[in-house]
């Protein structure tokens, strides 16, 4: 079996989410990093590629040399996959190039700046036909499949109110401005985009309650703040949802919640019984049928659904954690691949990762978002499509 | 030590909260049940009396007649304190004659049914100065005034954001048409008033964040919804809130959440910290220093401020519930009582109930809260005062 | 109704646990305190007395000379029930005093120091055919008896191992010498008994064992330790158990696990699944059948057997803590007393509270725990009766 | 940076713990799989190394073939590092020779079947003086270091009590005899040696408490059990300990108690405060010192040890499981091979894994809990070396 051949941009040295993608990808054993631009300065990008084991012909000063480059190679040797998670402003330009010159892209989210972009990105990929991912990594956790099963199925009977949350505390105070590189970009609305803290973690919201519920965002109503001096994006969110069918919704998130550190959590009502999961304690899924006592499901166990079976790596009692969860994102980018080289047959449930639709139905929501909480009226119409 | 007169009006069999009541009372041996008249029905009433021990000339068919009849028995006779824990239409009539006629009251919440008629109660109790508590019995949890304490010492910095929650799942269905008397009456605008789950819980909600911090309710946008097919009061409420000074909220109360029980939890967050508290697990309050370990604080503590201390009756670990801290506000009640008879010297520190401005206060946050709900404007002023 | 004249013996101020007994016996209103010689010194026994509202002719000084008096007056009037909340040393002589002339008991626990008190104190009961019951308090909760009726039912299989735990740090230093009454009579070989952990707190759990599967124990290994430098009895014990049958236990006490409140809890392990019940969230009991989700069940649901159902006050979600567990003792007394009356029929589920047997069982475990720890064999036969 | 060669012996299709030691491996892109012998028998081992990816000429029948082959090649192309993950019998024979060859070993738990076989392994390792890992991975655990950490710095005080316990279910009925392989070996004496939970998670257990707190056994007293009919290793263990020292002792292990997963947990009481961790929730660490609220500290956290901070790969809040954990040993070891490559400084903190002692150690373990559960002394003399 030939290992999948990954370059990345983006994910030098200090970069968090970098080396979360480069150790989701390599854990099983089915890719290998073959090639990297791994920074805008090209000392560091180089030094990172050094550090990593790249060969020097492959550990590329920018991304434009890497694909000029790779795209000479023989097929046999060129990357297949590449792995976009530089800051957002760079996501539009170097995703839509590797897009347009035919390679398989991973890229972080949110996934571009403006929904222009998105369309125009959306484009590209149906003309290229390429397979492209957006890491809205914490549907890769099992038990987020498990209840994605639960409620599609109907267990819950019909859906009336979510309430999901993401609050994180670690920009609580200016660390923009004492050299945190994560919260300077992320502050920034020149690299980060129109929004704080929906941008980078409201839109992880929206997507677990779309991807386990199926439920599509009507109306919304937000209430945003930048609550440390001097902020220029927000850094707080609350909003009031309306889902088509008739379903509301409750979306919180913010970076300023002291002592939150990454409490992402999703509630599902439904007339039959309730859901709750939380990726703090991700091998758990709380059901709660009515009248009957509740119900903890864990991950590995033999009653959940196939697809939170296949996602699992571990028995019951093993935790897994956030880098599995990102792993079954690139083990799915890897299966769709190999499906493609004809290594294996198209197996639907392997088949399961957010895609350019999500990617571009997430950018709209934090637009809409935007718009709504500088506005008087109480509900703005966020049909997306 | 002569114990305290207790009448009781309503809070005959199967009701709920009456029996609560009793227990709260009782608990201590600083009450006695001296009178009643339990029941609007006359032979339901003069039963439950019956079976409570009552002597039968204080065992009243009608709150008119126990009112007349022990204004005029001698002081050292009749009762001093009257708890009044009728459905809720009954709340105003009952409330005012026994304040016009100098009792103690003890009144269930929500108060009365209109910002008018709460008005009506401040002046009689302003012009008798009888001793009136509401019973928003949830201040009465021992870590509730830990977190009282600790929010206005400052502990927590500067408040941002304040999330309250009491999620309910008992009215899923339409229990009010199969015999259930405690969703009979609370479904029914005629007994409830204007209001089902605001009414019912979300004024509890209110009252807790005030309670807790202090916050004054500046705007809010409120978006009920009845989700059981033809209940005519809400059974679900999601709200935005922007409290004087900047903070801001997010309040949830729901009937319908299904799997939930009695699940009211508030958290709140400042520059310096956290704290979380959930009533189905009272005994904790959770402290989330920024820079710091979590820390869970619990009842009975050594290092808990004076007020949480004098709250409690067991050791830390002996689990102390729902009657107990019910009982803290009869406590209250009783110890100020006794300074009026001059068996005491006043103790602020044991004076500590919610008062006839906190149940006005939750009536004018009812009365907003339904308004916002049925306009398009976003934001509508709600100050009380 | 007539409410049940209670005497008390001890639990004057200062006292923990006749506080307890008061707040549980009044609580549901069926009870009354009549009479009571509350402390060995007079003073303080008569001061205790005023401060809860006794009247002067049955506030007693001592004991005997309550025992004198009451059994002086009429029938209508006297006491019926006589609570014993003393220190161990006097359980014995009070005890028997009171059974022998034909009040009803409720005392305290471990019930006497010797089994051969133990047998005497049998002897005067099934003599005078009194209702009498011992505070082995924790199967008062609703949820001790639904994991009692689970077991029994056969729900868990065949029951393969137990482990019971009580875990208190309270006595991690030597406080005794530094003014805690509490503890400086359980450390006191003279009043307490011969063992201190094991005799305070290992004998609930060992009840606690015996109340829910019904196993009893053939042969033991006990470790026994005095931690505390200069203590005279055991502040730590830890315990290897054969039950009859074929099951193990382990039993775990002690009074320096630092950081530990008053941490009850079981566990029973079956070959169809196990329960977990833990005082400190007692109403709760965890249910893990094999191949399929993990329960938890809640105090006041349906679902719930009808002993569980009968032993609770409020709804699910509504805390209810150690005083109403205790005031379930109370109640299933109250209830055979009233049968003796003639005012209920019997009712099973009701007759509901530890015997004198209970006591010597205890008694005997406390004995033969001793026995095995000074052993050099390991396996010490402990069979009762 | 040139990769670390890996070679496997064991670990083919089915096998559970090589699929996690490869993960492990390669997890942070610091080693690579070079060569395999992957199973015992010759197809599936082949078919394994195919999908695997590795080459033909390194993928080997036998780990005889392995061993010859690899010695044979150039020093810059053949394994450095062997890892070995068949069933225990095997590793005596494959560690000692690969040992004595001179490579790197990364051997699984328990070491080997004898102390005499540690004795020999022990001397070929000095011999040597090749690194040689033994994977009680739960040290690798971030949260274990920093109760290390904590434990040696005299945050406790003096330690007076441990209690481990590692409870599972999955063999609670008799899974070997239908199809499940690894229940086979594992309660197969042959394959699995004198001990089937002591051998297999008891001794996890026992090197938990070795490392966190550095006690060595005195004596232990153990009472071993096969509860399923006809399995002849033991499937639950209860053993008291005494510590020299002083401290006090309970190890639980068993592989019957239904419902539980992989429940691996200890608590460490001191006189200033106890420890809590639990495998199942391994980010972590309840702390309650005497006198001050419990702490709970989480893995990310700025405020621990460095050795816990270096240990970590996510921020707070973004889980880290069982894989990560077994990565630390691989990086400890990976790190150990650098500085012997003179490509790193030592560095103390890195070079962090359980030695051919360690391993040592808990083979006599094993030895003495069965020679002790056979005895009718109470306290066997168990004191190592």
Redo the contacts between chains.
């Keep these: ?3 999948i051949r990954l370059g990345m941009v983006g994910g030098g040295k200090d970069a ?1 989410i970098g ?2 993608h ?2 989701a990808a ?4 089915q890719i290998e ?1 073959a090639a990297g631009a791994l920074s805008s300065t090209k000392e560091k990008a180089l030094a990172s590629g ?4 790249l060969p020097d012909d492959r550990n590329y000063a920018t991304w434009e040399e890497m694909l000029e480059s790779e795209v000479s190679l023989p097929e046999e040797e060129r990357i297949e996959l590449i792995s976009i998670v530089t800051p957002n402003h760079l996501h539009f330009p170097v995703a839509s190039a590797f897009v347009d010159a035919g390679f398989h892209v991973v890229l972080d989210k949110p996934m571009v700046h403006t929904s222009t972009e998105a369309r125009e990105l959306i484009r590209l990929v149906e003309k290229t036909g390429i397979i492209f991912a957006v890491t809205y990594n914490y549907i890769g956790y099992p038990m987020v499949r498990q209840a994605r099963h639960m409620v599609r199925r109907g267990v ?1 009977g019909e859906i ?2 979510v ?1 999901v949350e993401y609050n ?3 920009l ?2 200016k660390v923009e401005e004492s050299g945190n590189k994560q919260a300077a970009w992320r502050t920034d609305p020149e690299k980060s985009g129109i929004s704080g803290a929906v941008g980078d973690i409201g839109s992880h919201a929206e997507n677990l309650v779309s991807t386990i519920t199926g439920l599509e965002v009507s109306e919304l ?1 937000a ?1 945003l ?1 930048s ?1 440390v001096p001097g902020r220029l994006l927000d850094d ?1 969110a ?1 909003l ?1 949802i ?1 889902y088509e069918g008739g379903a ?1 919704g ?1 979306l ?1 998130a ?1 970076q ?8 992402l959590s999703i ?1 599902v ?6 859901l709750k999961w939380s ?5 758990l899924l709380v ?12 991950r ?4 959940l659904c196939e697809e939170a079976k296949k996602a699992t ?12 969860a990102f792993a079954n994102i690139y083990a799915s980018v890897a299966a769709a691949i190999r499906v493609r080289r004809g290594e294996m047959d198209p197996d639907g449930s392997l088949w399961n990762f957010p895609t350019v639709y999500d990617g571009a139905r997430g950018v709209h929501f934090i637009e809409k978002t935007v718009e709504s909480s500088r ?5 703005l119409n966020a049909r997306w499509k």
Aim: charged share 30%; proline share 7%.
């Design positions: 079996m030939r290992k968090f080396a979360v480069r150790k390599l854990m099983d054993g990093l050094r550090e990593l084991g819950l009336r109110k309430i994180q505390g670690w609580a105070s109503c209430d703040e609550f707080d609350n009031l309306r509301k409750v919180i913010s300023v919640s002291t002592g939150e550190e990454n409490a509630r009502y439904g007339t039959e019984g309730s990726q703090e304690t991700p091998n059901f709660k049928p009515i009248e009957a006592p509740l119900q903890v499901l864990t590995g166990s033999n009653y790596r571990l028995p019951p009692g093993h935790p897994e954690g956030f880098i599995e506005s008087d009226k109480k509900w």
